[in-house]
């Protein structure tokens, strides 16, 4: 029971604390009774973002046991902050800039309480969500507590449907993306080094070029994330060039080091990807900061611009703000990221170093690609994809594997008719009943369902949520 009352307490005490921060931070200005709800709601909110999208790092990471669940924990609490802290404002914008139409019917207290609600909204969603250990989009939850408060304040014409489409179509393209690269990488890897005769000798030609590529790809995305305006394509070229060099002449003699003291066995091949993906999953960590801290912060931005001013735009939002946003964040992912971490790392396939490598470098290439192309993509949504690229590419593996052994199996069946079946029949029942489903499909179906009622049942709520406070505050 101290388990569940504990992180409970303190996660009502911190929501309590942004709430009095934001009463003494912003003195003076009118109805500060909202801007304290709204502060409570924003912190709620992050408190949950934290908490589900934790899984997205660290869940390949602990499902293949390069860290412990507590390392892991620690490790992204404080990325995730530092992210949020150090580029959080250059992605945080007007929220509603694109998902609504500028109208007068909403500005004022109406645009205030529609931005309360959907906080509320979007943040009980994922606190279901993330009890139940589902993975699901905090950005499409709170995409979805806009609009239905929106719709209950100023009717269907106030939102901007295209961009709705959009965002639907992300649902299917982002985890397709994201797993056929996993799988397309992990048939890579498997190809030049786990399935060759001198796998110690192929990994120190590959391990080296694939850290490389990581650490380019890494770089790329933090420039872009850190620049409010589309940067210079050259420049982001030059810089990922020269993050691959670098770490390509690190890695080489560490390889060659450590590869001296291991056996040329498949799974020994994955101690060397060991230290790249926990480097992995702590700058995805940063970048998730950097990226979602504008899911908790943004609409309480617009909350205090609809109150006051901000003259100086995006980079003079306060620090209390941000602080908000980035304790939040790591307060959700030590108290409450436990559970999504073991269903993205453990319950949808097995993940070793290797296989979380693939899905750890294909969601940061996914992410990155959206990103320079303006996509709205879900990490949540790439990060199951890939693993379930992984998975299924097993399995493919395996069923060939199966069919190559057929014709022994075929001459063992000498007596068939025991067996009241052909030997062709034999075979196959022989080989369903050796097959086993790398991927569990009743977990990939549930995660599914989640996302697809991720944004109607954020709108329900948030409709409501806008009428109670209406009748409340109207």
Request: glycine share 10%.
């Amino acid at each position: 029971m101290s388990r569940i009352l504990l992180p409970t307490g303190i996660a009502l005490l911190a929501i309590l604390a942004a709430a009095i921060w934001s009463g003494l931070a912003a003195p003076g200005l009118p109805l500060p009774h909202l801007l304290i709800i709204g502060a409570g709601a924003a912190a709620y909110m992050a408190l949950n973002v934290g908490a589900n999208d934790v899984a997205n790092n660290m869940g390949p990471s602990v499902g293949a046991r390069a860290l412990r669940l507590g390392p892991a924990l620690v490790i992204a609490a404080l990325f995730d902050m530092a992210g949020a802290l150090y580029a959080g404002r250059s992605v945080i914008g007007t929220i509603s800039a694109d998902l609504l139409v500028r109208d007068t019917a909403l500005s004022g207290q109406s645009l205030i309480l529609v931005m309360i609600a959907a906080l509320l909204a979007g943040a009980l969603w994922i606190n279901g969500s993330t009890f139940f250990g589902t993975p699901v989009s905090t950005t499409h939850a709170l995409i979805g507590g806009i609009i239905g408060a929106a719709l209950a304040a100023a009717g269907p014409p106030i939102v901007q449907w295209h961009t709705v489409a959009i965002i639907a179509i992300s649902w299917t393209a982002s985890p397709l993306i994201g797993g056929v690269l996993a799988a397309g990488l992990h048939g890579f890897i498997r190809s030049r080094i786990t399935t060759q005769q001198d796998k110690i000798a192929a990994a120190r030609v590959w391990v080296p070029v694939l850290i490389g590529a990581m650490c380019s790809i890494f770089a790329m995305y933090l420039h872009i994330l850190n620049h409010d305006a589309p940067s210079n394509t050259i420049e982001t070229l030059a810089i990922g060039a020269g993050a691959a060099v670098l770490a390509w002449g690190l890695a080489v003699p560490w390889v060659r080091q450590r590869s001296k003291t291991l056996q040329n066995r498949k799974k020994q091949m994955g101690l060397l990807f060991r230290p790249a993906l926990i480097g992995a999953a702590a700058m995805l960590s940063f970048a998730h900061g950097a990226n979602d801290v504008s899911n908790a912060v943004a609409p309480l931005v617009l909350i205090y611009t609809s109150l006051g001013s901000l003259p100086g735009g995006v980079a003079a939002i306060p620090f209390w703000m941000m602080a908000i946003g980035a304790i939040g964040i790591g307060l959700g992912i030590m108290l409450f990221g436990p559970r999504v971490i073991h269903t993205v790392g453990q319950q949808i396939t097995r993940l070793n170093e290797i296989r979380a490598f693939c899905v750890a470098l294909s969601a940061s290439i996914t992410v990155l690609a959206a990103s320079a192309f303006g996509l709205p993509v879900s990490s949540t949504h790439v990060a199951v994809g890939a693993v379930l690229g992984v998975g299924f590419l097993r399995e493919y593996l395996q069923v060939r594997n199966m069919q190559g052994a057929a014709v022994p199996l075929r001459a063992q069946l000498v007596d068939a008719s025991t067996l009241n079946a052909t030997p062709r029949q034999a075979i196959a029942r022989e080989r369903r009943s050796d097959r086993r489903f790398l991927v569990r499909r009743l977990q990939a179906l549930r995660i599914g369902a989640a996302w697809i009622v991720t944004l109607p049942a954020a709108a329900v709520l948030a409709a409501v949520s806008y009428r109670l406070l209406s009748l409340a505050f109207g």
